[in-house]
């Protein structure tokens, strides 16, 4: 029986070197890490990581762990799905944890409540102008509008003055960084109406990020941009002579980056109901961490959201697994490292078998 299959034109391939989906790996690697914190659960806590075990809780599942981990990796897992578009279209954005700074800092300050505890909050950054209480939509859209703005100067610097996008989204990370610090001074900004407050509540964070994985999983596999987006990471030059509008297309791509770590901004916000000015920073080497872990090529070209939120999951699973065995906050950011670095190093494999298979 033979290991290769005729193609057209009399071609053939070895079936040995068809590549499995990057995301069954990564869904295999989340399943192990599981299965490590279940096992050391069992030795040194005596309970179990992702089970119940107790007798007055119906169900097979830890449904509260469970609910944790997907939540506190909901937020900046709708960073890290602007980010795979980006990185897929060949570019980086470094700047996103500073937007989320910045606009959390704004968008909050147009959603203050004009009365605490039966007071007038006169603490309102806008109490004198008397723009407090004012409806959802106001600090929705000027939130949005911060992460517009933003991720727009980023793509236009990228695709119409050639700044490499680590120099130019680095500048806007100082940049937005200094503008969430100035916006008050340095004070935080706290009391958010309770249509706002609502945005963070629960598992509302939760279907959000669903709801915007889903909706960029559709684009980038169904719709014209998506295609033109994976185009551009594979082969700008080649995009370029197919008559892709590279230079536009950048420009909305990084955009839609800046707008999804606005959104985020203001989940977030919403969720600890209050802002500061130091809110939001690594998010956006946590993002990329996610990213590349779910399978999305550095180089760009490659990935997909679904990679993106099994990464998020996995990121997820490690924080949950570190307090259950009440392991020290810090051991959690020297691991955050190691992952980064290791996810640097395993994109970098990847392209090596990549290129063995051509």
Known sequence: MTD???GIGGLTFDTKKRALPPELGVALALVLIVAIFEILGRIFMHDSFLFNTRDSVDGLFNMARLKIIILQVSIIGIIAIGVTQVIISGGIDLSSGSVVGATAMIAMSFAQAGTVYGAENTRAVFFTQGWVDLPLAVPLLVGLLCGLVAGGINGLLIAYTRIPPFIATLGMMVAARGIAKWWTRGQPVSFPTESYAALGAGMTPVLIFAGVAILFALALKYTVYGKHTYAIGSSESAARMSGIKVARHKVLVYTIAGVLAALAAIVLSSKNLTAQSGMGVMYELDAIAMAVIGGISLQGGRGSVLGTVLGALIFGVIISGFTFLKLDAYYQEMVK???????????????SRHSDRI
């Open 4 to 6: 290769t299959t005729h």
């Open 337 to 351: 490292g190691v992952i980064i670095v290791g996810a640097v190093v395993l994109d970098q494999w990847r392209q």
